[in-house]
């Protein structure tokens, strides 16, 4: 229903309101038009990217502001090629964004959430100018958790910058194949469920079944229980990540 401003005036939702993980499609898609592999929401990150064994890291804000800066700043402790990434900005403040985005060695992208088309402009690029500033000293256990954590990914299941609700990370994923597997093909043994395609993990993450879906009914052998069943036949909050399991 809309509201009433003091003047009396009918005030109505406006046409550009977007959320952060809005700006998600337009620049997956800007990025695989590339060859890069997304992701969304890996270990506490917006979104990742891959190439070559290259990972970009973006971080979206609503509008450029200093946490957005400290967000960016320690991420290159995980990837020299950080992105912050925000809706297109006006002319006026876009001289003293580009000499602090440099300094501290980062990429800086566009969005035109204005815009129907959404597109996506790189304004700054640490890939075409990494001589812009003293190179980051990154984390090598931080990069190769990040890496391990986009490649156990079969599904881009999250929406970079969403506010609440559960993340499909690569456990949950292979949670997730487990149980599609048992519920195809009956109760079985972790190396019986390997041989199906199921991750590597299988057998830690049926023996902690933190989502209480696994039961075992003899040594070395599972099951789904009551509220595993349900799970793949309602789907919960990852629909697609179960059909996918279900018809691969």
């Known amino acids: 229903m809309p509201t009433t401003n003091r003047t009396g005036a009918k005030a109505t939702k406006s046409k550009t309101a977007f959320s952060e993980a809005d700006m998600y499609p337009p620049l997956r898609r800007a990025f695989e038009s590339l060859g890069y592999l997304m992701r969304a929401e890996v270990n506490q990150i917006d979104a990742t990217a891959v190439k070559d064994g290259r990972l970009l890291l973006f971080e979206l804000k609503k509008s450029f502001n200093i946490s957005l800066v400290f967000q960016g700043m320690r991420r290159q402790s995980v990837s020299p090629y950080v992105y912050l990434v925000v809706p297109r900005q006006k002319a006026k403040n876009l001289a003293h964004m580009k000499r602090l985005v440099k300094s501290l060695g980062m990429g800086l992208i566009f969005i035109a959430m204005d815009s129907p088309l959404k597109t996506v402009e790189i304004i700054i690029d640490p890939l075409e100018t990494p001589e812009q500033s003293p190179p980051k000293k990154t984390n090598p256990r931080k990069t ?26 690569a456990f949950r994923e292979g949670s997730i194949h487990i149980a599609c597997a048992l519920y195809k ?30 039961t075992r009914l003899a040594r070395g052998v599972y099951f789904l229980t009551d509220q595993g069943f349900a799970a793949v036949s309602e789907g919960g909050e990852f629909p697609e990540v179960f059909k996918y399991y279900m018809e691969k």
């Open 144 to 169: 190769a958790a990040a890496l391990r954590e986009i490649r156990a990914r079969s599904l881009d299941g999250n929406s970079a910058g969403s506010a609440g609700g559960k993340l499909l990370t």
């Open 185 to 214: 093909n009956g109760a079985a043994a972790p190396k019986d469920l390997a041989a199906l395609g199921c991750p590597a993990n299988t057998a830690a993450i049926l023996k902690s079944n933190p989502y209480g879906w696994f």
